[in-house]
């Protein structure tokens, strides 16, 4: 789902004429929640998973990557509320991009310790869904791919393998 994103004033969702540019992606991730992806988050985190929630009608964030737009000396005041809303929504996994600025990385970083990571161009993030289980009980992913792991779950080497000698 591509999701444009009005500004909140508390009580109803209104468009604001200086955000015209504001989109995100939001997918459901089966058993997880939902993983948003913002631009730049001129609406504001917060008022974007909060109508993500109420779109989708599910309650659950599962991770959210992307610019919080909470860079400068003008958002400084926003980074507090802001980062007590996301530790309440309690995401698996917080990115937060390149408009974020230090200080409010330096406050989600140390608000939310086991779901702040630091972005940076070219990582790639795999969330993948619960499987579906038909009676008994649910089977454990590892977190690398079938192909880096021996039969018994131990890891392989990753020295990589020379074709000449």
């Known amino acids: 789902m591509l999701l444009s994103t009005p500004a909140l004033d508390r009580t109803t969702w209104?468009?604001?004429?200086?955000?015209?540019?504001?989109q995100a992606l939001v997918v459901n991730v089966r058993g997880k929640g939902l993983v948003i992806v913002t631009g730049c988050g001129h609406a504001g985190a917060v008022n974007i998973v909060r109508h993500a929630r109420r779109l989708t009608g599910v309650p659950r964030l599962h991770a959210l990557l992307g610019g919080l737009h909470l860079g400068g000396a003008f958002f400084t005041p926003s980074i507090g509320p802001t980062v007590h809303a996301l530790t309440e929504l309690a995401p698996d996994l917080l990115v937060p991009g390149h408009c974020t600025g230090w200080r409010a990385q330096h406050a989600l970083a140390a608000a939310?310790?086991?779901?702040?990571?630091?972005?940076?161009?070219?990582?790639?993030?795999?969330?993948?869904?619960?499987?579906?289980?038909?009676g008994g009980p649910r089977q454990q992913r590892h977190p690398l791919p079938a192909r880096r792991r021996k039969a018994d779950g131990r890891r392989m080497s990753t020295v990589p393998r020379h074709a000449s000698r």
């Open 14 to 22: 209104e468009l604001d004429p200086l955000i015209l540019d504001d």
């Open 112 to 134: 939310l310790p086991d779901s702040w990571v630091q972005g940076s161009s070219g990582t790639r993030y795999q969330l993948a869904a619960e499987k579906r289980t038909v």
